[in-house]
């Protein structure tokens, strides 16, 4: 009987231990599938980033725009590419009537236009760091996106810069209800005095925003020198147009009555006795003179006033074409730049 008891003893004890690691294993695998479930963004992101080999010209862009290491991880997880104008138009779909579509983030990507004009080779950079934006706003949990949108909400209400609120327009129009998605892109990149909230909550995908948003402003502004350069160029000539006119104008009557004068003077001359006297006939006949001569020093004064306006017609022309060419640089669907 003792050896009977003796041997079920450990049996009983086996079996109690195998139940009890079975128990912790299935706890185990319970958690860490929950832990998958819950970071499935992430381990894809991941999984995503160790497998994409993302081309240097492109990985050159997350670090020119400040990213931080989170910032680049998005955005080498949403596999970007450089497009030429084939490519970015079939993997961009044209919404925005209205404006020029530099890249997307579509179907998980993300896709830049790659605009070559070296004036503004910036706007690739900015234009990559708006697009991980809009990878890193899908990837927010709602309780997450709640609290984001609720600074974007706030930070637009004391926005009063009309170029950003028309493009906000424009994007209402084109995409109703993302709104606050491209805000959170636009006030990320292209705005310096953010609510210190909102600021410290782009640390998260930034190391230096700061660098991102003067890239954005330095190609921006080639932009907007080159439109205060026609347009005061326009002023100016408008200006010169009206002179000219009224210059013409008062020539021609000047004209006009000189020549009802000449043959005044000549049926007089021809009359007897018309001039009092050859001192008289010699006076009226230089006055005469010093009129034509002076309407002659005002038409050559004219045809030089032409003269500039015609090169400053040139020169708005030219700049007309470097404006051409700089709006075709950055337009997928432009015809080629001539």
């Known amino acids: 009987m003792s050896i009977t008891a003796s041997s079920s003893a450990p049996k009983s004890r086996r079996r109690l231990s195998r139940i009890i690691v079975s128990v912790s294993i299935f706890v185990i695998i319970a958690?860490?599938?929950?832990?998958?479930?819950?970071?499935?963004?992430n381990i894809i992101d991941q999984i995503t980033v160790w497998q994409f080999n993302m081309p240097s010209a492109v990985a050159a862009l997350a670090d020119d725009s400040g990213m931080s290491v989170r910032g680049k991880f998005v955005f080498h997880a949403s596999r970007p590419e450089l497009n030429d104008h084939v490519a970015f138009n079939q993997n961009c779909e044209m919404r925005e009537s209205q404006a020029v579509i530099l890249g997307c983030f579509a179907g998980g990507r993300i896709f830049i236009f790659n605009v070559t004009d070296p004036r503004i080779y910036g706007i690739r950079t900015v234009t990559a760091a708006h697009e991980m934006l809009h990878a890193a706003y899908a990837r927010l949990s709602a309780s997450e996106r709640k609290k984001v949108d609720r600074l974007l909400e706030k930070q637009f209400e004391r926005t009063t810069d009309q170029t950003l609120l028309d493009l906000i327009e424009?994007?209402?129009?084109?995409?109703?209800?993302?709104?606050?998605?491209?805000?959170?892109?636009?006030?990320?990149?292209?705005?310096?005095?953010?609510?210190?909230?909102?600021?410290?909550?782009?640390?998260?995908?930034?190391?230096?925003?700061?660098?991102?948003?003067?890239?954005?402003q330095e190609y921006h502004q080639v932009f907007a020198d080159l439109s205060a350069e026609v347009s005061a160029l326009e002023k100016q000539l408008e200006s010169e147009s009206r002179a000219i006119a009224a210059a013409l104008a008062e020539h021609e009557k000047g004209t006009s009555e000189l020549a009802a004068d000449i043959t005044e003077f000549n049926n007089c001359a021809d009359t007897l006795n018309c001039f009092a006297s050859?001192?008289?006939?010699?006076?009226?006949?230089?006055?005469?003179?010093?009129?034509?001569?002076?309407?002659?020093?005002?038409?050559?004064?004219?045809?030089?006033?032409?003269?500039?306006?015609?090169?400053?017609?040139?020169?708005?022309?030219?700049?007309g074409i470097e404006a051409k060419r700089l709006n075709q640089s950055i337009d997928s669907h432009a015809p080629t730049i001539e």
């Open 31 to 41: 958690g860490a599938g929950a832990w998958a479930v819950l970071n499935r963004q």
């Open 170 to 216: 424009i994007y209402e129009k084109a995409e109703p209800g993302q709104k606050l998605n491209e805000l959170h892109s636009l006030f990320g990149t292209e705005v310096s005095d953010l609510d210190s909230e909102l600021e410290a909550y782009y640390e998260k995908y930034f190391a230096d925003r700061a660098r991102v948003v003067t890239i954005y």
């Open 278 to 319: 050859q001192a008289a006939f010699d006076r009226a006949r230089a006055a005469l003179m010093t009129r034509q001569a002076k309407l002659k020093e005002t038409a050559d004064q004219i045809n030089a006033q032409v003269e500039k306006y015609n090169a400053g017609v040139a020169d708005l022309n030219a700049l």
